[in-house]
Each structure stands twice: as C-alpha cells, then as structure tokens.
C-alpha cells in the first residue's frame, strides 16, 4: 500500500512520565501539541498511530552500551522517584516511556521505508538527543533518533542517513554516539555557550555544527543553515532524514534565548522536505525533542506537522 499520509505517532504510557517540582519537561507538553492540532483540524489529515512497538534490548544496544541499559533499568523505581542528574528523573513509568519513545522510532521508521507512510512525527516522551552512549542527561534516557537511524541501517540495510537538530541545545549525545559513523551526517544548530556546552569543536567531516549566538534571530538561523547544511546534505545525498525536532529556540520559550517563530520552522521542513524528495524518496522520520513555551510549541510543531502533510499554514 502507498499513501501520502503524514503518520502521528502518540501512546498514553508518555503523559505518565512526570519529574514533577515544576519540571519544563512535562506531560502537558504533549497535551498542548494535540490541542493545537485538534484546533487546526489537522489530525483529519493524519495517520494516527498509537505507538505498538516497544524497542527491544537489541536495537537500543545499537546505540547505548548494555551496561548502560542494565543501569537504567536497574534505576527505575517502584515507587516515587530517582535522581540520575539535575536534570533527569525517573519515576515508576518512566522506564516503560522510554522503550515506547524508541519503539515509536522503529515503528514510524518501518512505516516510512515501507512506504505506508510518507513522513512521520513521534510525539515522544522523553526526548533523547542528550542521552549519549552511555549517559542519561538532559531530560534524555535513551537516544530515540538515534535509534532509529541505526535500525534504518541495520535492519533496512541503508547507507546513508542524515540526522537534522534544529533544538537549542546540541545534540550532543547523537554525536557521541555516531562520532565515528560516517554512514549517518549529523548536523545540528544550536545556542551557544549554552548548555551543554558542546559542539563547537566537532572536526569530522560528518558532523555539521553550527553554534549561533544568543538572541539570534531567524533570517541569521536561515542563512546558517543554507550555508552549512544544505551543501552538506547535498554532497552527502541521504537515503533517509530524521529530524531531533526541538522548538525551544522559538523566541516566547523560557529555557533559551534564540528568537525563531513559527515561520522558521515552516521554512526548515521545507528545506528538510526538499532535500528529502530529491535524494530520499521523500522519506522523513521527525521526533519530539524540546520545547518548554506550551503555546509556542503547540504552534510551531502543527506548523511543523502540516508542512509535512503538505498543508497551508498560517504562520507569523
């Protein structure tokens, strides 16, 4: 079967992920997302898939080391909850959250190959592109783009896989983890000196970083990308493009302080989109990362969303 649907992937076990005290990372993220899309009437132009695939020991390994998923597991609570860092806790279903994030991951990227689906959004919690070979950090346990690009290699037999971050922080575990794959080009753009401090650096040929300034704004964020990008992704001709699809550089979101809006996001799915078509048959998988303004990030992910459907948006 082929359809050129845009597949949503969702699972209830996400909203029951909570680190409470206020944390920016939280269930109503989700809900906010969906609103949105039920006000735009989006969801009439989806494939809506509650997420049936949990990630298996084997295809995260890929990515994190078995010591490291032995730890996570070993961590996870019965009750109450645990501290991995300041910034990353776990309660009693949050193991169980993390398996789906991937598996949503697995399961949109089987959809996409197959061509049952022509792009896909996972509205996953947690978010992953912190979390590295073998360290949870940043909200992030495991690394679900990650994991879904080496499924995509491993299972799907590809040979070149692009992974874009437009997140305000580095996706510094994705580059941890594939540091030395030259199969898969990661390019991320991101605030910095911003946490988590990383990414500047980066000298090998497969890795784009591009660190942009406080209080950039996004005709600055374009014309990075178009510089570093987009001549990357074309020499590099992907198979296949997923997206760590974060919205925390919009301009309203309170943990960064880069001034995108809604039409940039628009204008770097098209882009994505573009790319996507001439060398990888179209062919998107983009993931939930972050994005901590609930009205900013309902926003800018339906404009998101109905830009891979191919749907107008209004967008200022």
């Known amino acids: 079967m082929t359809t050129t649907a845009t597949a949503f992937f969702t699972h209830p076990i996400y909203l029951k992920h909570d680190m409470k005290y206020g944390h920016p990372e939280c269930p109503e993220r989700l809900q906010a997302i969906q609103e949105q899309l039920v006000v735009t009437d989006t969801f009439a132009y989806l494939q809506v898939h509650e997420t049936s695939t949990l990630a298996t020991d084997e295809q995260i390994m890929r990515v994190h080391a078995e010591e490291y998923v032995n730890e996570i597991k070993s961590a996870a609570p019965q009750q109450g909850?645990?501290?991995?860092?300041?910034?990353?806790t776990m309660n009693p279903f949050t193991l169980e959250a993390a398996y789906y994030a991937?598996?949503?991951?697995?399961?949109?990227?089987?959809?996409?190959?197959?061509?049952?689906?022509?792009?896909?959004?996972?509205?996953?919690?947690?978010?992953?592109?912190?979390?590295?070979?073998?360290?949870a950090m940043g909200f992030c346990f495991f690394n679900n783009v990650a994991i879904g690009a080496a499924h995509a290699l491993a299972q799907h037999r590809l040979e070149r896989v692009a992974i874009l971050d437009f997140d305000v922080h580095h996706g510094n575990g994705t580059e941890d983890i594939f540091q030395n794959e030259t199969r898969v080009l990661f390019c991320s753009t991101f605030q910095h000196p911003f946490y988590p401090y990383s990414g500047a650096d980066s000298s090998n040929d497969h890795i784009v970083n591009v660190p942009l300034a406080a209080h950039t704004d996004g005709a600055t964020f374009r014309a990075a990308v178009t510089q570093y990008?987009?001549?990357?992704?074309?020499?590099?001709?992907p198979e296949m493009i997923f997206i760590s699809a974060?919205?925390?550089?919009?301009?309203?979101d309170i943990l960064a302080k880069l001034n995108l809006v809604e039409a940039d996001y628009v204008w770097i799915t098209n882009q994505i989109m573009t790319i996507a078509e001439k060398y990888a048959q179209n062919r998107i998988v983009s993931v939930l990362e972050g994005g901590y303004a609930l009205g900013a990030l309902g926003r800018s992910v339906t404009a998101h969303i109905r830009t891979l459907c191919g749907l107008p948006v209004t967008a200022q």
């Open 229 to 237: 990008w987009l001549p990357a992704l074309e020499a590099f001709q």
């Open 246 to 252: 974060g919205f925390d550089a919009h301009r309203e």
């Open 102 to 135: 991937a598996g949503a991951v697995i399961q949109a990227t089987d959809l996409v190959i197959s061509q049952q689906a022509t792009n896909a959004f996972c509205a996953v919690r947690p978010p992953g592109h912190h979390a590295t070979r073998n360290q």
């Open 81 to 88: 909850l645990v501290r991995l860092d300041n910034d990353t």
